[in-house]
């Protein structure tokens, strides 16, 4: 489905990241560049700092500032112009990540066709694999179809590009697995909910379309 999963610790960076009170500066108004940044910090805050900034894209860049200048305070500032013309910035806290490029949606699957004796998490992660990552199993749902369906929730980039089935290879002999997405059957459902809702008493907009009334003032409904 169009991307690699990697393992991250949720413990924090290494020990050998340095990341201790680093800064985004936004640019508010203005251009400028890292070069031109790099000048204008040295002056307000300290000449004899080695900065260290990198542009993270457009208009932001990653700042290192002196251990005697805070992040934690400085965050705390208005915007504050710069020596360069029409060029007003304000210093974000950073927490070590940048711009990601998009967000997994989570959605559950019906999954049919894998043979019951090799029902088991370490088999439905590796054929999830293909379309997203496994985050849970509905344990239930398989003893109750007696093996013939598995509910997995996983996250995926898009839903609707989840293939109806592909074929996988165990113990030498090849096996069609299908999925049906619930996501697409739950709006299915409640665009039913929308048509069967009654129509609002209070609203004669689209009844003044579908009706007339006849000489003596009673309605006659127009097909």
């Known amino acids: 489905m169009g991307f690699y999963h990697v393992n991250v610790s949720e413990e924090g960076p290494s020990q050998w990241l340095n990341l201790t009170n680093c800064g985004v500066v936004r640019v508010i108004s203005g251009q400028i560049t890292a070069n031109e940044l790099e000048k204008e910090l040295a002056e307000i805050f300290c000449k004899e700092w080695p900065w260290q900034i990198r542009e993270l894209e457009t208009g932001q860049f990653l700042v290192r500032f002196p251990p ?38 989570d959605v559950w699957v019906q999954i049919r066709g894998l043979p019951p004796n090799w029902c ?49 290879e165990m113990k030498r002999k090849l096996y069609i697995i299908s999925f049906s997405v619930e996501r697409e059957q739950q709006d299915q459902n409640n665009q039913r909910t929308e048509d069967d809702r009654p129509d609002d008493p209070n609203d004669n907009d689209d009844e003044a379309d579908d009706l007339d009334r006849d000489s003596n003032g009673g309605k006659i409904w127009i097909h």
Not at 78 to 101: I, N
Not at 142 to 157: A, L
């Open 68 to 105: 005697h200048k805070r992040v934690a305070d400085i965050k705390n500032y208005p915007s504050f112009g710069l020596r360069k013309q029409g060029v007003h910035v304000e210093v974000l806290e950073w927490v070590g990540e940048t711009m990601h490029f998009e967000e997994l949606q």
């Open 120 to 168: 088991s998490w370490s088999a439905f992660a590796q054929i999830t694999s293909g379309i997203g990552i496994l985050l849970a199993m509905d344990w239930p749902s398989v003893f109750k179809s007696f093996y013939e369906v598995v509910r997995v929730k996983i996250s995926c980039r898009d839903p609707s590009k989840i293939p109806l089935e592909r074929l996988f």
